[in-house]
């Protein structure tokens, strides 16, 4: 026979200074673990929102990231004819040579500037972007010291948004336009018209990248090996949402550094929960005694402390998660290691890290409930009930 569910729900209730305590501080440990699963979760939206699947990145051979590639134009004008690449609405083939530099701006977070990626590129590298739009503003035009800023660029940087005028390369720059990339990357970007960035930068006669469309997957791929092999080139082709998916890297360190925090805080939670549990069982020895004499068995003893101990970290995981809640859909940004400019995202708690949370929490809840209730299970009748 087991022990009814409802002893335990009021033995909690009973001792709820002491529920509170330990649930309090296994609900700090899980909020812990999720925010950094939320950030990281957020870092990685981004970059997997970013790029096509038909869409091909061209980096100079060698390079990793656009920062430190470059192109001659000479190159970019091969590859435009190309088998394989898709057509814009005018007949032209969808290929967007850019040039991309780093900028410093004075953003809400730091007033002494953060890195900003600027991207140049022409009116087809606009069109190939599907899931950008204009929120307000319009788009920069050819031949003018004019930028479009991504989202949470603009919302972060008070100089960035429409209307101000910001100094770089060889004069100011207005911004013209505000954009959402629907939480990719671009959102944390400045756009200009590649000409004019490649001319107040000194970038005329090559490209950090170039983009390709290709018509579908099949001419993607061999579109990639085509570029790869050609000897005159000189470069390496990839798909595009490949090499946003790698740039991910960036929040590895503060995933490890997270999971490390959660670990050590995980160990005090669940000696917190044991001691609360061994108290629990020293001063209810004679009612421990007492439910053996009323028959129940070492097996239900054992079972009902540690139901006990799974709901008291139960509530703590629900707390948790609700301490960290509050986070979800919250800005914030990151360096990235490719470019070394700030990527900006969203914090993400997806009912998926709840769930995680939860089960974190049920994992200490057992962890620290195990010993002190088999302690309880294993007590000698007369013994039990001799104890103060």
């Known amino acids: 026979m087991g022990i009814p569910l409802a002893y335990n729900l009021r033995n909690l209730r009973v001792r709820k200074t002491t529920t509170l305590m330990t649930a309090l501080g296994i609900a700090l440990t899980v909020a812990v673990l999720l925010a950094i699963l939320a950030l990281v979760g957020g870092l990685r939206t981004a970059f997997r929102a970013s790029g096509s699947t038909l869409q091909i990145l061209v980096l100079r051979k060698g390079s990793d990231a656009e920062l430190s590639s470059g192109i001659n ?57 599907d899931g950008v739009r204009l929120t307000a503003g319009r788009w920069f035009e050819s031949g003018k010291r004019e930028v479009v800023a991504g989202k949470a660029i603009a ?6 948004r429409i209307g101000q005028k910001i100094r770089f390369g060889r004069g100011d720059w207005e911004v013209v336009g505000v954009m959402d990339a629907a939480g990719s990357a671009a959102n944390s970007e400045l756009w200009g018209e590649v000409l004019q960035v490649g001319s107040d930068f000194g970038r005329t006669e090559a490209v950090s990248s170039v983009l390709i469309r290709a018509v579908d997957e099949v ?32 929040g590895l360190v503060v995933q490890f550094l997270g999971f490390f925090i959660s670990a050590v805080m995980a160990i005090g939670s669940g000696f917190a929960a044991a001691n609360t549990m061994y108290a629990a069982v020293a001063r209810r020895a004679r009612e421990i005694g007492t439910l053996r004499v009323l028959g129940f068995s070492r097996g239900s003893i054992l079972l009902s402390f540690l139901l006990e101990s799974l709901l008291l970290s139960l509530v ?16 914030t940004g990151m360096a990235n290691n490719a470019t070394f400019s700030e990527i ?11 769930l995680t949370g939860i089960v974190f929490a049920l994992v200490l809840g057992a962890m620290g409930g195990l010993f002190p209730a088999r302690n309880a ?12």
């Open 377 to 388: 299970a294993n007590k000698e009748i007369l013994i039990a009930l001799r104890e103060v």
């Open 73 to 129: 134009l000479s190159a970019y004008r091969d590859m435009k004819f190309k088998s394989g690449i898709a057509r814009a609405k005018n007949g032209e083939p969808l290929v967007s040579y850019e040039n991309i530099v780093v900028i410093n701006l004075p953003s809400v977070d730091n007033p002494d500037g953060s890195n900003v990626t600027l991207r140049g590129l022409p009116p087809a590298g606009v069109e190939m972007r």
């Open 344 to 354: 900006a995202f969203n914090f993400r708690v997806s009912p998926g890290i709840m």
């Open 219 to 250: 001419a993607a791929a061999a579109l990639i090996n085509d570029l790869g092999n050609d000897q005159r080139l000189n470069v390496a082709a990839q798909p595009e949402k490949s090499y946003y998916e790698a740039q991910t890297s960036s």
């Open 316 to 331: 703590g995981g629900i707390l948790g998660c609700l301490l960290v809640l509050p986070l979800n859909g919250i800005t």
């Open 155 to 160: 919302a972060r940087f008070p100089g960035a």
